[in-house]
């Protein structure tokens, strides 16, 4: 009685855990018959039980999605093979009423005789870093498009002072190719005449240290050998 009474504690301390793990966590037998879901799966899923506990992987699944066929694939694999499996779930916005990206881990399951008995999946939800990882993509390809299309030129540095962008109209003007520019310093690639490359130097390690906005005059020469002013900031 008391280790049938310890291993009632236990697992009534399992359940506890899971019920309020933040993962996603769901059970299948052999069949791939859903014999639990967590709360946390159910919000992520916006799904009720009924939906979910009994129900074959295929039945609650659209195997026509892309990614749901990936998951019930990764599935039934891990319950053939007995192999653990990591699957990259990514669906937009539609078919859970909300984008879901999750990084899910398939572990089988164990009879007594050694045969794959279900398969446990826990998901860890990053939705929230995907769509801002995305939504940080989207604004790079604004930015981009407007750099490239602008008649000012346009050049990024990092704290190493080197440069990761130059736009068309940069390129341009100083007759400099990517290969020639980009990844040098000013003080590795230069061809302003005025100021010298490391004035210009001190000027970026000087803003990067303030994080202050800064102007500076320069001069460049053009194709006829003439001074041609313009402010950069």
């Known amino acids: 009685k008391r280790l049938d009474a310890e291993l009632a504690k236990q697992a009534h301390e399992l359940r506890t855990l899971v019920e309020h793990a933040p993962d996603n966590i769901i059970r299948y037998d052999s069949d791939t018959r859903a014999t639990y879901i ?9 799904r009720t039980l009924e939906d979910v506990l009994g129900k074959l992987a295929s039945e ?10 990936g998951y ?15 699957y990259l ?3 937009e916005e539609g ?15 164990f009879s007594p005789a050694g045969k794959v008995a279900g398969v446990i999946a826990i998901g860890r939800d990053y939705t929230r870093q995907r769509q801002l990882e995305l939504e940080l993509a989207r604004r790079e390809r604004e930015f981009r498009t407007l750099a490239e299309n602008s008649p000012d030129m346009i050049v990024r540095y990092d704290r190493d002072c080197r440069r990761i962008y130059a736009n068309r109209a940069y390129m341009i003007s100083l007759a400099a190719t990517a290969a020639d520019a980009l990844g040098k310093t000013p003080l590795e690639f230069w061809r302003l005449a005025a100021p010298s490359a490391e004035k210009f130097t001190g000027l970026l390690m000087r803003i990067m240290l303030t994080g202050s ?3 500076i005059q320069v001069e460049r ?7 041609v002013y313009f402010a950069l900031h």
């Open 95 to 109: 078919y859970f009423g909300r984008a879901v990206y999750d990084n899910i881990h398939f572990a089988p399951e």
């Open 60 to 69: 609650r699944l659209d195997e026509q999605h892309p990614a749901m066929r």
């Open 221 to 227: 020469l053009d194709d006829k050998g003439r001074l």
């Open 213 to 215: 906005m800064e102007g």
């Open 89 to 91: 779930l990514e669906v």
């Open 38 to 46: 967590n709360p946390q799966l159910l919000k992520t899923l916006n």
């Open 72 to 86: 019930v694939a990764a599935l039934q694999h891990v319950i053939e093979t007995g192999k653990p499996e990591e």
